[in-house]
């Protein structure tokens, strides 16, 4: 076998034009990262890491057959359900939170793995019982979101949890869930926020609260919104230039390598480089979608187009997060902000969605 047949051949699960607008996005986090961290190489090269070990793991799921796909999502499930059972007994506080679970050999945050397991065990439920869809399955197919997020916002981390209510939402919105129900869920949850407010802890109801006015507690809970709103602003419509962002490199923004990485390109990029930044977000969010409108069956099309929309999600809740016009939740920024168990979970899932692309000729349409 020659070279070019082993080039094609370790290609032939991989959508070009998707693995384009990832690397350019992965590209871009590795730039940024260099400045957050004060022109240094710590978090840039573990990054590097991070991104090696990603891509591994997405070329092994792209070159899994989809029915493999499918096989995975009862064990994945029931697998995260036991780990996060376990975190709420056993798990580790961190920070006020209990998130972790360490296992001997290593410590791990089973919430990360619900990201892929509720919308692929969803995709699965629903794909065995197409033929005749009921208004009991779309309750069965909820059920098996809100326990998982349940679980999840009681650690607390309401933002993995709003990640995941969406990824399963969209799940049961592409299964062809009514207008009407959603609207009579709609309802439910309006008529049900004082509950939900009450069930907030302290921290989370002052950052909703510093969302209307960051000012009334400028150098505590609103402290991040102000400096991110300042970061954003300050870079005009060119930008202040590469390693010139004064918010970051005097140590005015908080959390520069990961949830607020988006300020730190603000800054130095401006305006024109937010455009080209959401242009690649665009281009990778417009290849899912065509990939969702090709595929070759139900389960395929509710997995592709659940992945797609989580991470359009991602990158608006980051970026209003940051902006100022939603609340600091803790949501990174997908494929720039630093971190090697997002960055896996997101490669996984676009993992799935080359899979789905690249073996929907050998799947009977």
Same mark, same amino acid.
């Given at each position: 076998?020659?070279?070019?047949?082993?080039?094609?051949?370790?290609?032939?699960?991989?959508?070009?034009?998707?693995?384009?607008?990832?690397?350019?996005?992965?590209?871009?986090?590795?730039?940024?990262?260099?400045?957050?961290?004060?022109?240094?190489?710590?978090? =840039?090269?573990?990054?590097?890491?991070?991104?090696?070990?990603?891509?591994?793991?997405?070329?092994?799921?792209?070159?899994?057959?989809?029915?493999?796909?499918?096989?995975?999502?009862? =064990?994945?499930?029931?697998?995260?359900?036991?780990?996060?059972?376990?975190?709420?007994?056993?798990?580790?506080?961190?920070?006020?939170?209990?998130?972790?679970?360490?296992?001997?050999?290593?410590?791990?945050?089973?919430?990360?793995?619900?990201?892929?397991?509720? =919308?692929?065990?969803?995709?699965?439920?629903?794909?065995?019982?197409?033929?005749?869809?009921?208004?009991?399955?779309?309750?069965?197919?909820?059920?098996?979101?809100?326990?998982?997020?349940?679980?999840?916002?009681?650690?607390?981390?309401?933002?993995?949890?709003?990640?995941?209510?969406?990824?399963?939402?969209?799940?049961?919105?592409?299964?062809?869930?009514?207008?009407?129900?959603?609207?009579?869920?709609?309802?439910?949850?309006?008529?049900?926020?004082?509950?939900?407010?009450?069930?907030?802890?302290?921290?989370?109801?002052?950052?909703?609260?510093?969302?209307?006015?960051?000012?009334?507690?400028?150098?505590?809970?609103?402290?991040?919104?102000?400096?991110?709103?300042?970061?954003?602003?300050?870079?005009?419509?060119?930008?202040?230039?590469?390693?010139?962002?004064?918010?970051?490199?005097?140590?005015?923004?908080?959390?520069?390598?990961?949830?607020?990485?988006?300020?730190?390109?603000?800054?130095?990029? *401006?305006?024109?480089?937010?455009?080209?930044?959401?242009?690649?977000?665009?281009?990778?969010?417009?290849? *899912?979608?065509?990939?969702?409108?090709?595929?070759?069956?139900?389960?395929?099309?509710?997995?592709? *187009?659940?992945?797609?929309?989580?991470?359009?999600?991602?990158?608006?809740?980051?970026?209003?997060?940051?902006?100022?016009?939603?609340?600091?939740?803790?949501?990174?920024? =997908?494929?720039?902000?630093?971190?090697?168990?997002?960055?896996?979970?997101?490669?996984? *899932?676009?993992?799935?969605?080359?899979?789905?692309?690249?073996?929907?000729?050998?799947?009977?349409?």
């Amino acid at each position: 076998m020659t070279k070019r047949q082993l080039w094609q051949r370790f290609i032939a699960h991989l959508d070009l034009p998707l693995l384009l607008g990832i690397v350019l996005l992965m590209l871009t986090s590795l730039l940024v990262l260099y400045s957050a961290d004060n022109a240094g190489w710590n978090r =840039p090269l573990s990054q590097m890491a991070n991104i090696a070990v990603a891509l591994a793991c997405m070329w092994l799921i792209a070159n899994l057959p989809l029915h493999y796909l499918m096989r995975t999502a009862l =064990p994945v499930y029931l697998l995260g359900m036991a780990l996060l059972v376990g975190v709420a007994l056993f798990g580790e506080i961190s920070h006020g939170a209990r998130r972790w679970l360490n296992l001997g050999v290593a410590t791990i945050q089973p919430s990360e793995l619900m990201k892929i397991g509720v =919308p692929l065990m969803m995709a699965w439920y629903f794909e065995k019982h197409e033929a005749a869809l009921t208004l009991k399955n779309y309750f069965i197919a909820a059920l098996l979101l809100l326990m998982p997020v349940l679980l999840i916002a009681r650690q607390p981390d309401l933002g993995t949890a709003i990640l995941i209510s969406a990824s399963g939402f969209y799940v049961l919105f592409l299964a062809g869930l009514s207008w009407r129900v959603m609207g009579v869920m709609l309802v439910a949850a309006l008529a049900s926020a004082p509950v939900l407010w009450s069930m907030l802890h302290d921290y989370q109801r002052h950052r909703i609260m510093m969302l209307f006015d960051p000012s009334q507690d400028a150098l505590g809970k609103g402290y991040h919104t102000i400096q991110g709103m300042i970061a954003v602003g300050s870079g005009g419509i060119l930008g202040k230039g590469y390693l010139n962002g004064t918010q970051t490199h005097l140590d005015f923004l908080p959390e520069r390598t990961t949830d607020f990485i988006f300020a730190v390109y603000s800054e130095e990029f *401006g305006l024109l480089g937010n455009l080209i930044l959401l242009s690649l977000y665009f281009f990778v969010i417009g290849r *899912g979608f065509i990939i969702t409108a090709n595929a070759s069956t139900y389960f395929t099309r509710l997995m592709a *187009g659940s992945i797609t929309l989580t991470f359009a999600t991602y990158a608006f809740v980051n970026m209003g997060m940051v902006s100022g016009i939603l609340p600091v939740v803790g949501v990174p920024l =997908p494929l720039v902000s630093y971190g090697g168990t997002s960055m896996l979970t997101l490669l996984l *899932g676009f993992g799935m969605l080359m899979s789905i692309e690249t073996h929907k000729k050998l799947v009977k349409t």
